[in-house]
């Protein structure tokens, strides 16, 4: 294995945890921030429809990822499906009181 030179036996370079960047901003990160804006703004019963071709040769389930992963951190829980030609992306609906009790 190498070493990076740095007399202390390590791997790799150390680096102070201030300057380490916080978050990841990932290549759908623009994507993902319209869509959240987007479903922000819809009726209830309504989806965003996203062309797959805006991806630019990207993968949906690239994009499908990261989204989960951002409304998982938020809480936002959301609904998906496609088809050949879109990405649809809605608020889930809220779970329903089937009125049992414990």
């Known amino acids: 294995m190498g070493r990076n030179g740095n007399g202390n036996g ?27 804006a987007d479903l922000s703004k819809l009726k209830t019963q309504q989806a965003v429809k996203i062309p797959l071709i805006s991806l630019n040769g990207e993968k ?23 088809d050949e030609k879109y990405l649809y992306v809605w608020r889930a609906d809220p779970p329903k009181n089937t009125g049992a009790t414990e």
């Open 60 to 82: 949906m389930q690239n994009l499908r990822s990261a989204l989960n992963r951002v409304t998982r951190d938020k809480n936002i829980p959301v609904v998906t499906s496609s």
């Open 10 to 36: 390590m791997h790799y370079e150390s680096v102070n945890r201030a300057d380490v960047p916080e978050g990841r901003k990932g290549k759908h990160r623009k994507a993902v921030a319209d869509i959240l």
